[in-house]
Every structure is written in structure tokens, then in C-alpha cells.
């Protein structure tokens, strides 16, 4: 069965491209390069521009609901409890509609957008535009979404309204994000209520100064335990410039409502009625977070097992390589029908990526990763591409591995701890997997010594 026609078992093709045209084709349309051309960030940064180095897209999205379904398949009764096959079928339905709008946010390419899109596409989910889409999915019992919250409901297990949980069901893609929800947050009902509320109401610009300052006073604590003079400085005025854009924004926000608007109109009290169905105490509602969380968890697994390397064709159509010489990632940009341009970036992670040829569970919940090429020109070289493909498996483990750690769970259940990184060989050099290995072993010991 092709992977559209099996996703469409759980939404429909009419909602699909609504979806896709409203929020997704937009984030394609503007990373081309006749588009992207005009964007003083491509000249400021382009090691780190999205549309080189990622899909947000439409394809993306497609990828993601069909990586979740296979790892809701190898991850039931192995690293999730056994449930009966409607909830299963439930979470599968529930996986998909969350791949579809996960990256709502990278609408924004900017430094903002990036760091805040997580908490974006939360806050998109209840902002009017999506209520056509809500309305949809509710009428055609999308994935049998609306009949169980309407049964829990008419059991009297369900105290929000049936339709609203939908909306807040949805609105937690943001948890496909590990930097802006902790798995230690996702173990914890109560804990991730308030995180779900906090950042379904926060200013965005707020969030954003806040975590400016944050990493400003990382930096300049490693700077001054490194006595780095030069970095001292740099720190300590992007300090002082990201505490007057917080003071800046502060005085804005004071003035704004709160909660704000596209909340209101759905709560009388927010921050008493909302995702209170998180707290459930009866069995049925425990059951209702169980397999919410549980999906969660494939679904940020799905989105680390992405399309990435040269599969992966980014959200304007663009290709990535690794090239032979200098172990460089190289972009192969498009402009209309009849130019090519090729960029080459020292860009570690980019180049990782860009060697990657594939990712995926096995059956015995393993996590196996192949790299395109080992052999380059010198063992410096060498070395460096190993260092680069490390820190792409970290990457990787770190969702797709520790998304599952819990509380200790019911008995005969595969823990995060136990499962294995599988490193397959190169042709070109038999000996590159070791390299990596042991150059991961620098970055992060516990996940080399899986």
C-alpha cells in the first residue's frame, strides 16, 4: 500500500491537503531560491538557513506520518505497554493528524522562528484559522478521534468539553521538540499540563528574550571558566543587548491581555479549565493520557528517523551531499528549470546529516545507522567526517532512544537503556564505524557504549 493511501486510513485526502495547502506549501514556496535570494539572513548565516539544511514542507510532513506509523508498530509491547487493538488503531490515527502539523511554525526562517516554532504551531492550534480544520476532522470522526472523547464524555470521564480536548490533544505537536519539552516533563501528567498552558499562552518574543539571556549566561560562565578574554567581551554584550530587548518587550506584553485572545475564546478561566483531562484519575481517563504520552513518544522518535542525507530533499527541492575531498556538505541549489548552483559549508552537523544514509528501528527496537561514504583524501580529513557522523548519531539517540526512558513500567518491557546503537559498515572503509565510535565515545560515553 503506497504511503499516502496508507496515511489516508486515518485522515482524509479532503483534510490532507487542507493541511497541506494552508500551512505546509507556504514553507515551500518561500524557501526557494528565487525566494530566498531577497533574505539578508541566507547572506548572514547560510551555514544555518533552513531551507538548505531541512524539510519542513509538505514532503516532510508526509515522511514523519509514515515514520510514526512503523514506529508505533515496532514500539507497541516492546517499549509501550500492550493495549487492545482500538487504542492502538487510536494512537496510530492520533500519530498521524500530530506528523501533519508538527512544524506549523517553520513558516518563520528567521532565528526567532526557529527557536520558537514548537511553541508557534501549540498556539496555531487555537487561533481561528485552524477551526475549519478542527470542524473537519471532528464531522468525519478523523483516526476515531471524536467518538472516544464522546464516550468518555457520555461515561462521564471526560469533564471538558469533547471537541475542546481534540483541540488540545492536537495542540501538543509541540512536544515532538525535546529542547522545548524534557522527557522528564513528558513522564510527569501534572508537569506537563502546566508546561502545555504556559507555553499555549506565552508571549513568543517574551520566550524568545528569555532564552536569549539564557544561553548569553551560559556562554559567558564557559568563557569565564575557560578565561577566555574575547569571548568575555562578545558574551557580555550580547548580555546586555538581549536584557534591554526583554526589558523592551516586557513593557509590551504588560500592556497586552492575559490570557490572550485565541484563548479566551475558548476558556472562561484558562488556566483552571485547560487540559485538566491530564490530571484523569479513572481508569478510562488514565488510559486516555497513557496513549497520548505514549504517542508523543513515537512521535519524536518519527521526526529523528526523518528523511535525512542525500535522500532528503530540503523544503525548496534542494539536495544535500558529502563531498569526497573535504568531507564538506555541499548543496545543490536550483534556480527555475535551468541553473544549478553548487555550495560547499564547513558546517559539522550539515555534513553529518549530509553522509547519512539511513536511520531506522529494527525490529528488535535497535536503532541501526548507515553511512554513505568512510574513505577521504587523509586521516584528518578522515577523522573529521567521523567527528561529523558522531554528532549526528547523538542527535538522533537523543530522540529517538531516550524519548522512550519512563518510569519503570509494566515487567518484559525493553528500557531506553537497553537498546542498542547499530553502526553498519562502509564499503569504502571497513574501519570508519570504529572511528565513529570512538569519536562519539568524546561527545557523549553512554550512548557509544550502547
Not at 506537563?192 to 499555549?200: G, I, N, T, V, W
Not at 536511520?359 to 567527528?387: M, Q, V, Y
Amino acid at each position: 500500500m503506497g504511503s499516502l493511501n496508507l496515511i489516508e486510513r486515518y485522515i482524509s485526502q479532503e483534510i490532507r491537503a487542507q493541511i497541506e495547502e494552508h500551512y505546509l506549501a507556504p514553507i515551500n514556496a518561500q524557501a526557494r531560491l528565487d525566494q530566498a535570494i531577497h533574505d539578508p539572513l541566507l547572506y548572514q548565516d547560510p551555514a544555518h538557513y533552513p531551507p538548505f539544511f531541512a524539510d519542513h514542507g509538505v514532503v516532510h510532513h508526509r515522511d514523519v506520518a509514515q515514520q510514526i506509523l512503523q514506529v508505533l508498530d515496532i514500539a507497541h509491547s516492546l517499549f509501550l505497554p500492550a493495549r487492545e487493538p482500538d487504542r492502538v488503531q487510536f494512537m496510530r490515527g492520533y500519530g498521524v493528524l500530530l506528523a501533519y502539523l508538527h512544524d506549523l511554525g517553520m513558516s518563520d526562517f528567521s532565528h526567532f522562528g526557529r527557536a520558537t516554532h514548537p511553541i508557534c504551531a501549540t498556539q496555531r492550534i487555537f487561533e481561528p484559522e485552524f477551526d475549519d480544520i478542527l470542524n473537519s476532522l471532528w464531522q468525519e470522526n478523523a483516526a476515531n478521534q471524536a467518538w472516544r472523547l464522546c464516550r468518555l464524555a457520555e461515561m462521564g470521564h471526560l469533564e471538558q468539553e469533547p471537541r475542546l480536548v481534540l483541540r488540545e490533544m492536537l495542540s501538543m505537536t509541540n512536544c515532538h521538540s525535546k529542547s522545548r519539552v524534557p522527557v522528564e516533563i513528558l513522564n510527569d501528567p501534572g508537569a506537563l499540563r502546566q508546561l502545555m498552558q504556559d507555553q499555549a499562552a506565552v508571549d513568543l518574543c517574551l520566550f524568545y528574550r528569555r532564552q536569549q539571556i539564557e544561553k548569553a549566561r551560559q556562554a559567558f560562565a564557559a568563557a569565564q571558566r575557560d578565561q577566555d578574554r574575547a569571548g568575555l567581551d562578545r558574551w557580555s554584550r550580547c548580555l546586555r543587548e538581549a536584557e534591554a530587548g526583554l526589558a523592551a518587550v516586557q513593557t509590551k506584553s504588560s500592556a497586552q491581555e492575559v490570557p490572550p485572545a485565541r484563548l479566551r475564546r475558548h476558556y472562561d478561566d484558562f488556566r483552571q479549565d485547560s487540559f485538566r483531562w491530564l490530571l484523569a484519575t479513572h481508569k478510562e481517563g488514565r488510559a486516555l493520557v497513557d496513549d497520548v504520552v505514549d504517542t508523543l513518544r513515537a512521535l519524536r522518535c518519527a521526526d529523528a528517523l526523518r528523511q535525512r542525507g542525500a535522500v532528503l530533499k530540503t523544503s525548496a527541492g534542494y539536495e544535500a551531499f558529502v563531498d569526497r575531498s573535504t568531507a564538506n556538505v555541499v548543496y545543490a541549489l536550483r534556480l527555475g528549470d535551468d541553473e544549478l548552483f553548487l555550495l560547499e559549508i564547513a558546517d559539522p552537523v550539515a555534513a553529518g546529516e549530509a553522509n547519512l544514509a539511513g536511520s531506522h528501528l529494527d525490529p528488535a527496537g535497535n536503532l541501526r545507522i548507515s553511512f554513505h561514504r568512510g574513505a577521504f583524501p587523509d586521516p584528518e580529513t578522515t577523522r573529521r567526517a567521523a567527528r561529523n557522523a558522531a554528532l549526528i548519531i547523538n542527535d538522533i539517540q537523543g530522540d529517538a532512544i531516550e524519548s522512550f526512558r519512563r518510569p519503570l513500567g509494566p515487567e518484559g518491557l525493553k528500557a531506553s537503556g537497553d537498546i542498542e546503537i547499530l553502526l553498519e559498515g562502509v564499503d569504502d572503509n571497513l574501519e570508519f564505524a570504529g572511528l565513529v565510535r570512538r569519536e562519539l565515545a568524546l561527545i557523549n560515553p553512554e550512548a557509544a557504549a550502547r
